[in-house]
């Protein structure tokens, strides 16, 4: 699984990316904040020394009125290494085995309608057991012009305790691939200052499509 993951290495050197610069990244709006914080998860398993994101992204960026091009940049190419790396991923078995485990919340990060088991693409609809429900995008606030930013650090932290999601806790965290629940992550990991998350990949597609789970 490492090996595939450091296959990215590669493309973050085309891109310019070094790690002797800080990396700012940003998604075009609500629904694509999890993609900024995607990336920023991978770059935290490559141990990238300073990564940022942009609160409200492109939408709150553009509403303000500050400067746009449509010219794509001139990046210097670079190698980019692949070491040190250290994805905080969990896989299927691992779950598996922490759920009702003491000192473990897994956490599901999908709509509620998803969880609750009425809504879903998959072959089976539903959640893993003991999961709790903390939707991603709850994690965030209206700024005005469409734009979402994060909530403030007191709110997050008293909403993610109210669930009983604490820092003393492992914490696994999945959506229906993975992407999403990249958001959580950045949340807890980064903005709160949790020590233990991982991901699980690829969440509930994997999960639901197990019968023996």
């Not at 709150?60 to 794509?72: H, I, P, Q, S, V």
């Not at 229906?176 to 807890?188: I, K, P, R």
Request: net charge positive.
């Amino acid at each position: 699984a490492k090996l595939e993951w450091t296959r990215l290495a590669p493309i973050l050197g085309r891109l310019g990316v070094r790690r002797d610069k800080p990396v700012v990244i940003y998604g075009s709006g609500d629904a694509a904040n999890f993609n900024a914080t995607f990336l920023a998860w991978i770059l935290g398993g490559f141990r990238h020394p300073r990564v940022y994101l942009l609160d409200g992204g492109y939408t709150k960026w553009a509403a303000e009125g500050r400067a746009l091009t449509r010219k794509y940049p001139e990046t210097e190419a670079s190698t980019y290494s692949a070491d040190p790396f250290a994805l905080e991923v969990s896989s299927v078995e691992w779950v598996r085995h922490m759920v009702n485990h003491e000192g473990v919340v897994i956490v599901d990060v999908r709509p509620a309608d998803q969880y609750a088991g009425t809504a879903g693409a998959q072959i089976r609809r539903g959640h893993i057991p003991g999961a709790v429900n903390h939707f991603w995008q709850d994690d965030l606030r209206d700024a005005g012009g469409g734009a979402k930013v994060w909530k403030s650090v007191a709110d997050l932290k008293a909403s993610y305790q109210r669930q009983g999601i604490t820092p003393d806790k492992q914490v696994f965290l999945y959506c229906n691939t993975g992407t999403e629940a990249s958001h959580v992550y950045f949340a807890l990991r980064y903005v709160l200052g949790y020590p233990k998350v991982r991901i699980y990949v690829p969440s509930w597609t994997e999960w639901a499509g197990r019968e023996d789970l």
